[in-house]
């Protein structure tokens, strides 16, 4: 019997559960589902008999040891700080390993040891990154084996709330993990056009958006992902002159995000002293400037440090987010992300029947024989509801996908990849298309 242990049952974990029990019952696997609550694995389970919920403190290496040595996969779920303790457990156990993580500078250097072992170590197979890389290489390669030179690749994401179920001033809700939503886009911004790098540090970025018509979906903001330039050398396009990767929002999220940013309320560097005796009202106040000779409301003291006016929309979206309350934060030195991150998880959760919509959408400008050409190539899926989600599916199913794949030995590569190989992206995304994964494609002649 061959098994495999999935290690952590957030969020994402969902649909690649359920996928893998599926598969199990046809091919006689076993899946284990390891979560330091194991209540939590064992809902996902949800007493399912090719399958159990364990619990596991991933920080103790025996308890980690005793799971991997009966398992022939491991999946890990975990936040991308500790992929590189459960790499090295693997490469000492042989066991092939998947993640939906970047894979860090730590993990590559660990090739040769991967590769010595004949095991695989996958990252960046889930959605963004994952799915992205995989349409977007095999659209490259499919112009390329016509002839064609891609001058231009701009690719755009969201994981957003589906129109039906959009009711809150902000236009979104949580469909992820709510930290990595509060810390997005920290750091400096890169990416190319028309051959000139460009930067946007993070005080910026929200403030530096741009609008994108997505045909027969509709107008999005979109503010620049941390770094395009990467990916110039992983689609073999080293000399392109134009690189663009970027997240979607809907209308009105990024000047408020910004709002926050300009605050410094998205910080993570340092605690609050005494948070969980302060108001969120009291906690605006703090990051105002102390200057006496502004007076007035917290609210109109506020949009005077933002440059808005008291009754603009962004105002109103801080004021719907519970900032001018004067309920206590409750949480013992938490630091502003913190303090945020709970906010949102309240405020902008999913109730049961919403429903979160991902869009993806890829366009290239290139030439074949003179002529110039743009094709976009869009994706669009939305959730069943809260707890059936598209982020779960286009997370978790690629990663199930390339499981089975490996499970039935249809996988010879060895060392530590993500998805840019015809042989996985072809069967991965020729699979996902029965799960409603379809890009549809326009070709314009420029």
């Known amino acids: 019997m061959k098994n495999v242990l999935i290690i952590g049952a957030g969020r994402s974990s969902t649909a690649l559960i359920k996928y893998l029990l599926d598969e199990a019952e046809k091919y006689g696997w076993f899946i284990t589902v390891a979560d330091y609550d194991p209540d939590a ?74 590769l010595d072992a004949s095991l695989i170590f996958m990252g960046e197979m889930g959605l963004d990154p994952g799915i992205d890389h995989m349409s977007a290489k095999k659209t490259i390669d499919e112009i390329r084996a016509k002839g064609g030179k891609i001058t ?34 920290q750091g400096t911004s890169q990416y190319l056009v028309k051959g000139k790098h460009k930067y946007i540090p993070y005080n910026r970025l929200f403030k530096q958006y741009r609008l994108i018509d997505i045909p027969g979906v509709g107008e999005f903001e979109s503010y620049a992902n941390r770094d395009s330039l990467l990916y110039r050398e992983i689609y073999d396009m080293d000399d392109i002159p134009t690189i663009k990767r970027a997240t979607l929002r809907h209308s009105g999220f990024c000047d408020a ?56 929309e962004i105002i109103k979206k801080l004021e719907w987010l519970g900032l001018f309350d004067r309920k206590q934060i409750g949480i013992p030195s938490a630091t ?13 959760k999913l109730e049961q029947e ?66 840019v190989n015809p042989n996985i992206y072809n069967p991965v995304l020729e699979e996902l298309e029965d799960y409603g994964v379809e890009f549809k494609d326009i070709i314009t002649e420029l």
């Open 41 to 114: 694995a064992a809902a996902k389970i949800n007493g399912h008999p090719n399958g159990r919920g364990t619990w596991l403190d991933v920080l103790k290496p025996n308890d980690r040891r005793d799971l991997m040595m009966r398992n022939d996969v491991v999946v890990s779920l975990l936040p991308a700080h500790l992929h590189y303790r459960i790499a090295k457990d693997c490469i000492k156990y042989k066991k092939h390993l998947v993640t939906a993580s970047y894979v860090s500078r730590d993990l590559y250097r660990l090739n040769p040891e991967v």
């Open 257 to 312: 995000w910004n709002a926050l940013v300009q605050l410094g309320l998205t910080s993570d560097e340092y605690p609050i002293l005494e948070s969980e005796h302060m108001t969120y009202r009291e906690l605006i106040d703090a990051f105002l400037l102390d200057n006496p000779y502004i007076t007035g409301t917290i609210k109109e003291r506020l949009a005077n440090f933002l440059g808005i006016g008291p009754s603009s």
């Open 152 to 185: 231009s690749f701009r690719s755009y994401t969201g994981g957003l709330v589906a129109p039906e179920s959009d009711n809150n001033p902000w236009h979104y809700k949580i469909s992820w993990n709510p930290r990595n939503v509060v810390l997005a886009g």
């Open 354 to 419: 919403d429903k979160d919509m991902i869009v993806m959408h890829h366009v290239f400008k290139y030439t074949i024989k003179r002529k110039k050409y743009k094709l976009q190539s869009s994706m669009v899926l939305k959730g069943e509801d809260s707890n059936h989600t598209a982020m779960s599916k286009l997370v978790g199913l690629p990663i199930g996908i390339f499981v089975k794949l490996i499970l039935q030995d249809k996988i010879t590569e060895t060392g530590v990849q993500i998805p």
């Open 336 to 348: 502003p992300a913190k303090i945020l991150e709970d906010l949102l998880v309240e405020k902008l």
